[in-house]
């Protein structure tokens, strides 16, 4: 040994790699096979939590467009934005419904999506109901001049 130098630990010694013959399956040196002399496989399973997409896209829409219908009453022209999300997110929210029939899950966020972006849809067809009876009012007092 030599002053200042750490000692070195021996290197552990493997077998040689496996060889491989064109056309047979490759096995692990050491490892046990599986009967007639097939390697075994570890077989991994992995659990996913099942998600529904449809129905949380559903509630993300419902709560941004109902956020910009009520910032138009202040501002006026989140309505552009607000009614096309309001229309998206019923389509998604009954997708989503259906599927957390099936699957068990995003049934919640699918029932408040529907919720919030019908209130929306609902309300701007009153809206515009309203905007077309007072014109159609105001139309015809004018014709009577």
Excluded: D, R
């Excluded at 419902?62 to 009453?73: H, T």
């Excluded at 552009?80 to 099936?102: A, D, E, F, Q, T």
């Amino acid at each position: 040994m030599q002053p200042g130098v750490p000692p070195q630990s021996p290197q552990p010694q493997y077998g040689a790699p496996p060889q491989q013959v064109i056309g047979e399956p490759a096995t692990l040196v050491g490892q046990p096979t599986a009967g007639f002399g097939a390697p075994m496989q570890q077989v991994t399973q992995v659990m996913v939590n099942p998600g529904n997409g449809s129905a949380t896209a559903s509630m993300v829409l419902g709560i941004i467009s109902m956020l910009l219908f009520l910032a138009g009453f202040l501002v006026g022209l989140t309505w552009c934005c607000s009614v096309p999300m309001s229309i998206l997110g019923v389509v998604l929210g009954h997708v989503g419904y259906s599927n957390s029939k099936m699957s068990g899950v995003g049934g919640g966020e699918a029932v408040t999506g529907l919720v919030l972006n019908w209130i929306q849809v609902l309300a701007i067809l009153a809206l515009v109901l309203i905007i077309v009876i007072f014109g159609a009012a105001m139309i015809s007092a004018l014709e009577g001049y």
